[in-house]
């Protein structure tokens, strides 16, 4: 099977086969893109393949099929790379989003000190806010978050005032997976290296849905899960400049990642091995650099517009539903392909039940931002996610099922 050079949106569908499947004799409709993505038949293909006819380890070995294995892997990360407009030798494969910002939390924390600063935004999914936290509480620095304002964007006039000379560190996201703010990165960025701070950049919401060119954004680094992008589980990666993979320290120490050992001392591998102890998740890095293919050739800009139509017109149907509210930034120009929303009186868990047993896959709860939601008085939402694969007809299945659930608790 080869990709599509063109991308049909109406027959994206046909790519997936789990979306083939009844679940209580229904059609499954698939609106949790935002916590995993499904993965095309190319994809699960490509993995198969790999384990069927070239199953071995990389870089070790002269033979013919650790000699395939390791073109296909490395020509992996030339997939990946050319998706976010980065050179291979940026890119490290880790297993997702998580290990990623662990990695520089580990290696960057070597450089920070007592009274350092390190500053978030209150919209960040707990794997860009615990590690940061943690360190901080460990070395003593002090930890800060620049506010969202009324309408749910980012405040930037206050993230002005937060980003001083003391900060060394500046993460955010650059989607809120929670309520589907869009973060202003390249702002971020400008103020982050006014004061000669690291940009960080969660990318777990952005890289699968949106054109992301690193070096228009100017980040210093970004991390991604494999995943979210139509790729397999445990696989991720993160892109850092050059110049910073080669400067900092690596994050776990073994085989492939050294260039000479003695009993005293090691050297480190050329980049991206540096930073790529063990043996990987080979199988998965392949089947990543398809996924990344294929999101290539259905153009990035073209996905980003269809679930953007989409999420504005889920969000006009679920607010004429009544005893609805729908959460997110008033400005469409602020919002991306996540539309959350509650059922008055009805708890989030309890709505993405009911819409279980109508076929549709919802996420409920407080979606890893416990302080975010903490913020705006939530116990959790329903959140309604869209993907290339969603269609307007998939919305007004959603539609029918929350009038159900309210049917259901006589809402």
């Known amino acids: ?116 600063e390190i500053v978030l935004t209150e919209l960040e999914h707990h794997s860009n806010l615990v590690p940061w936290q943690q360190l901080a509480k460990e070395k003593k620095l002090k930890l800060s978050f620049i506010k969202v304002k009324e309408d749910l964007t980012l405040d930037l006039e206050h993230a002005k005032q937060l980003i001083n000379s003391n900060t060394k560190i500046v993460a955010s996201t650059h989607v809120s997976n929670a309520i589907g703010t869009l973060i202003p990165v390249k702002e971020l960025a400008k103020l982050a290296h006014e004061v000669k701070a690291y940009y960080i950049v969660d990318g777990a919401q952005s890289v699968p849905h949106m054109k992301v060119d690193v070096k228009d954004l100017d980040v210093d680094f970004l991390a991604f899960s494999g995943h979210k992008m139509l790729g397999p589980t445990g696989i991720g990666a ?112 309890d709505v993405a039940s009911i819409l279980d047993k109508e076929g549709v896959c919802v996420r409920g709860g407080h979606h890893c931002a416990m302080p975010l939601m903490t913020k705006l008085n939530l116990q959790g939402t329903v959140r309604a996610s869209f993907y290339l694969y969603n269609s307007y007809d998939d919305i007004e299945n959603l539609v029918l099922a929350v009038e159900k659930a309210k049917q259901v608790f006589n809402k």
Request: aromatic letters at 8%; proline letters at 4%; glycine letters at 6%.
């Open 238 to 349: 993160l892109y850092g400049k050059r110049e910073l993979l080669e400067k900092i320290s690596p994050f776990m120490y073994g085989g492939d990642m050294i260039s000479e050992v003695t009993w005293e001392d090691s050297t480190w591998n050329e980049l991206p091995m540096k930073f790529e102890a063990g043996t990987p998740n080979i199988a998965g890095g392949i089947g990543f650099g398809v996924a990344a293919e294929y999101l290539k050739a259905a153009d990035p800009e073209k996905i980003h517009a269809h679930t953007k139509d989409l999420a504005e017109y889920a969000r006009d149907r679920l607010n004429s539903i009544q005893g609805v509210t729908v959460y997110g930034p008033t400005n469409s120009e602020n919002r991306s392909n996540i539309v959350s929303f509650n059922i008055e009186g009805i708890h989030a868990h």
């Open 1 to 116: 099977m080869t990709i599509k050079q063109t991308l049909s949106m109406e027959m994206m569908k046909q790519d997936f086969p789990i979306l083939k499947r009844l679940i209580n004799n229904k059609e499954i409709i698939y609106l949790d893109s935002a916590a995993s993505s499904q993965k095309p038949q190319i994809v699960i293909d490509t993995i198969k393949n790999f384990y069927e006819n070239t199953n071995a380890n990389i870089h070790r070995g002269v033979y013919k099929l650790s000699e395939e294995a390791t073109i296909a892997y490395e020509e992996a990360h030339k997939k990946v790379a050319d998706l976010i407009n980065a050179n291979p030798n940026e890119i490290i494969f880790t297993s997702g989003t998580t290990a990623s910002i662990n990695l520089l939390a580990y290696s960057l924390g070597k450089e920070l000190k007592q009274g350092d």
